[in-house]
């Protein structure tokens, strides 16, 4: 396979002024007709234009058809050379939409046309520069059977529609903006749709709509508000307005990622459009303002400004992630009061780090492991990754908490003001904060901070406290190291060097109370202070302090690093008990529950018999039985790390002692704490009607915790309540959480009962089906053998990546009992489906792949077969370059 490197981006010898694109639409043979208007920029440049699995009927420049010696085409490029400086090159080409099982380019769902561009799926539907920084003007005319497509869409505004002889018609699309041909597309087929004009606040009407399957349109309003409350924040927050007169969004089942910003005609994942409360949970809801948002904000952040090159996905991933959390985060908040708010945004702020733990940085210490900004690929899809988009909104986040949020935004907006319209680079981002940054901290920039974009993996941060009490002083030094992750160093890529790190800082006194911080040489005094270290070791000195005091670190995790300090567990009780930063007051819970649940492990594979910690439980008691936390942050508290991010902290893992030592803490809090979960689940009832909002969902998750909880502890009447509340369920959440509960922890024959029921009432709702294949795919319960019968069930389809995803993914990644299990027919099962997904959907396929990442961090009887699967699979004959890449890099 092919290297790309980012040094080798050269700018393209053509400017593509106007693209005019006309679709005959027809399933087996869709016709494409594509008008180029051309302008050399370099002497003597060959035109290359990518095409893949096209078939080429005609090309025409300035109306005369090109001569067969004047051009080549072959598997993935037609070239032609010698064309005049400017010209009219037309092409008519065809493609077959309804064998792509790819989902890249043109395809067919459910009978209707969708297509999907980015990153390099435009050239499945027509030759064409194929990367983001040709940026042109689009027409796009669509015709096909009235009857069949009543519905044609495209992005931009709408010029006409008008019906054409044999049943067919067409309609005419103009997008006034330039734009790189990633964010092209179109849908036709049979939509219902919702809609609703809103008003920017420059006065202009905005019509905004929804489309899903005829009979979907009801379940499809908390998308539509939730795309007007997009609309609204991006106003407020940063002063950017919509460009548009159309803002259009399109549900299909079949698609290979949650979203697709394309412009005015963004394509989405059913599962993160369609909602009501019978169906979705309290999840779903947020995810799918999340993701709105998302794809809305990419408009200014990606759209109006794009990439110069794959290279610099992060420049519009990490800042639209940054965007989204934002955004979730004051929609929570809003209509809270103060002190409900301050909580609200700590959960917020809570789950985005655990997904980060979780997913990022396991990846950034593993062979995939890459810089924000990656240095080279095989295939580009196998960088949208937890370091692009996660680490990248850290980042961002980063130089938000460097310059203060006016300094931020007024970063952003001289970003907007140097380049709208334009392709650029994550350096020409950091080079307009800078340009703010220098302008309100004289003799500060960004130059130590750049290196966040060229250098993978997550640094450590040291931290030493020295308390002088004669002096009435402490000395805090950090010291910052950024471990050789598990990946060559690119050739010539120097050594790591100290990260410009903001690390923010707290101090208790032994009783818990909060010190008034004061660097030495500064009158001001804060709760909090933000050190900002740039160079391998630093000290700072606080004034004033009498007693030897408890640190409060990185507060709001304010950088993605890993920090090393000695705590006592007492210590860690104290800031579980009084921590007044929401998050390290969680983080200092989280760690006691590690280092529990790590001892354990270690018991358990060694054959000793577990018991847990009195002053563990007595710590968890105390959360529980505290009066003044809200439900959500108490349930994200009481919830225990996940193995995932154990597992990181494990020398060798063993991933099923893991889990045994994790659900053994579980049971045992259920157990010991029994009537403190009942008084959790009989308090946190949420009669009436049903309301997504945090408040009411946050009950939801601490009573559905503490109700499983009860379960795993195998407490006497846990059980009845469980199948009571899945039978009584008003709404989703409830009845899922119920059933969840019975699945993991309750016995057989009761969970295989509702498991039953809950297929027969939502047989017809997939989105739903994909919910009760995940909860089986996760059981412990299921091992490979069970998931092999899940797989021969009427209903799976390894064609629907929701569905591959619900059952393949959730076994090979979320159940370490079943996958890992002792024989290795786990990884053997991932072989076959990564190898049969890999024929119909190399990007899916890619995906299941990275399961085995981390397989030389496993034990030495696991090791062996996973290493096994990991070559059977990369010596597959017609191996996809997408999978090829990732098991080649897990194997090096
Ligand atoms: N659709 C994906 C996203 O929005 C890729 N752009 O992140
Ligand atoms: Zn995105």
Redesign the pocket.
């Given at each position: 396979p092919v290297t790309i490197s980012r040094q080798d981006y050269r700018p393209y010898p053509f400017e593509i002024e106007s693209v005019d694109l006309q679709f005959d639409l027809d399933p087996t043979r869709s016709l494409v007709h594509s008008r180029l208007a051309l302008q050399r920029l370099t002497p003597d440049a060959e035109l290359v234009l990518d095409g893949e699995e096209l078939e080429l009927v005609s090309v025409k420049v300035d109306g005369e058809v090109l001569a067969a010696d004047r051009y080549t085409v072959d598997a993935q490029a037609l070239r032609i050379k010698g064309l005049p400086e400017h010209c009219v090159l037309e092409i008519t080409s065809a493609c077959n939409p309804s064998t792509n099982s790819t989902l890249m380019g043109l395809y067919v769902s459910n009978g209707n046309f969708f297509t999907q561009c980015?990153a390099e799926g435009f050239r499945r539907i027509t030759f064409f520069a194929d990367r983001p920084d040709v940026m042109s003007r689009y027409t796009v005319t669509l015709r096909g059977n009235k009857a069949a497509y009543p519905v044609l869409l495209s992005n931009g505004n709408l010029l006409g529609e008008r019906d054409l002889e044999d049943g067919r018609h067409e309609a005419r699309w103009e997008d006034p903006f330039r734009k790189p041909c990633y964010l092209f597309a179109l849908v036709a087929g049979k939509f219902a749709h919702v809609e609703r004009t809103a008003r920017t606040s420059s006065g202009r009407n905005i019509l905004l709509q929804v489309y899903s399957d005829p009979g979907s349109e009801d379940k499809t309003l908390y998308a539509l508000d939730s795309l007007e409350r997009s609309m609204i924040w991006d106003e407020t927050r940063y002063g950017l307005e919509l460009d548009l007169d159309r803002f259009m969004i399109v549900a299909t089942r079949d698609f290979n990622?949650?979203?697709?910003?394309n412009k005015g005609l963004n394509i989405f994942n059913a599962a993160y459009v369609l909602a009501d409360p019978d169906f979705a949970t309290d999840a779903n809801y947020s995810d799918i303002e999340a993701i709105v948002g998302?794809?809305y904000f990419?408009n200014w952040t990606?759209n109006r400004v794009t990439c110069r090159d794959w290279f610099q996905l992060s420049l519009?991933?990490g800042l639209?992630?940054f965007r989204d959390q934002e955004f979730s985060a004051d929609m929570m908040a809003a209509s809270l009061s103060a002190e409900e708010a301050a909580s609200a945004r700590a959960v917020k702020r809570i789950d985005d780090v655990v997904t980060l733990r979780a997913a990022q940085f396991p990846e950034d210490a593993g062979p995939m492991a890459h810089p924000i900004r990656p240095e080279s690929y095989q295939e580009i899809g196998n960088f949208?990754t937890a370091t692009v988009?996660e680490k990248g909104a850290e980042v961002i986040r980063m130089q938000q908490t460097l310059l203060g949020v006016d300094g931020f935004n007024a970063g952003l907006k001289e970003y907007f003001r140097r380049h709208d319209g334009q392709a650029v680079t994550c350096d020409d981002f950091v080079a307009a904060m800078e340009s703010v940054y220098q302008a309100r901290h004289p003799g500060k920039d960004l130059t130590v901070f750049r290196r966040w974009y060229r250098q993978a993996g997550t640094p450590r941060v040291t931290v030493t406290l020295r308390h002088d009490a004669a002096a009435r002083t402490v000395t805090v030094e950090l010291a910052q190291r950024s471990d050789k992750v598990g990946v060559e160093r690119l050739p010539g890529e120097p050594d790591k060097q100290p990260l410009h790190i903001p690390f923010a800082i707290g101090l208790l006194d032994q009783t818990g109370r909060a010190l008034p911080l004061r660097l030495a040489g500064s009158t001001d005094a804060a709760d909090t202070v933000l050190l900002e270290l740039t160079t391998e070791r630093q000290q700072w000195v606080f004034e004033d302090i009498a007693d030897a005091p408890v640190p409060s670190l990185l507060r709001d995790f304010s950088a993605p690093v890993i920090v090393e300090y000695d705590f006592s567990d007492a210590e860690l009780a104290l800031l579980l008990a009084h921590d007044t930063n929401a998050f390290t007051r969680w983080e200092a819970g989280q760690e006691l529950a590690s280092r529990e649940i790590l001892r354990l492990t270690a018991d358990q594979a060694a054959g000793r018999p577990l018991s847990l910690s009195a002053s563990f439980v007595n710590a968890w008691a105390a959360v529980l039985r505290e009066p003044t936390l809200d439900a959500a942050y108490r349930e994200r508290v009481l919830a225990l790390p996940g193995e995932k991010t154990l597992a990181e902290r494990m020398t060798e893992v063993d991933p099923v002692a893991l889990a045994v030592a994790r659900d053994f803490v579980r049971a045992e809090l259920g157990r010991q704490l029994a009537a403190d979960w009942q008084a959790a689940v009989d308090n946190n009832q949420t009669p009436g009607e049903y309301s997504p909002d945090p408040i009411p969902a946050g009950r939801r998750a601490l009573k559905n915790f503490a109700l499983a909880t009860l379960q795993a502890g195998q407490v006497a009447g846990a059980e009845a309540q469980l199948e009571a509340q899945y039978a009584a369920a008003q709404n989703m959440t409830d009845r899922l959480g119920a059933l969840a509960a019975l699945v993991q922890f309750g016995e057989a024959a009761a969970a295989d009962r509702a498991l039953q029921d809950f297929y027969q009432r939502w047989e017809h709702e997939p989105l739903v089906i994909d919910k009760w294949f995940a909860l089986q795919a996760t059981g412990r319960r299921t091992d490979v053998a069970a998931v092999r019968k899940l797989a021969d069930h009427p209903a799976f389809t390894l064609r629907n990546p929701n569905r591959a995803r619900a059952l393949i993914f959730q076994f090979c990644l979320n159940n370490p009992r079943g996958f890992h299990a002792a024989g290795g027919a786990g990884y053997r099962f991932w072989a076959e489906q990564v190898l049969a997904l890999d024929a119909l959907n190399p990007d899916v396929a890619a995906r299941l792949a990275r399961a085995m990442d981390r397989w030389v961090r496993f034990v030495p009887a696991l090791r062996a077969p996973m290493r096994q699967a990991l070559e059977q699979v990369r010596k597959h004959p017609g191996l996809s370059r997408a999978v090829t890449e990732i098991v080649s890099k897990a194997l090096e």
């Open positions: 980015e990622m949650g979203a697709m910003e998302h794809e990419h990606g519009k991933e639209t992630v949208y988009y």
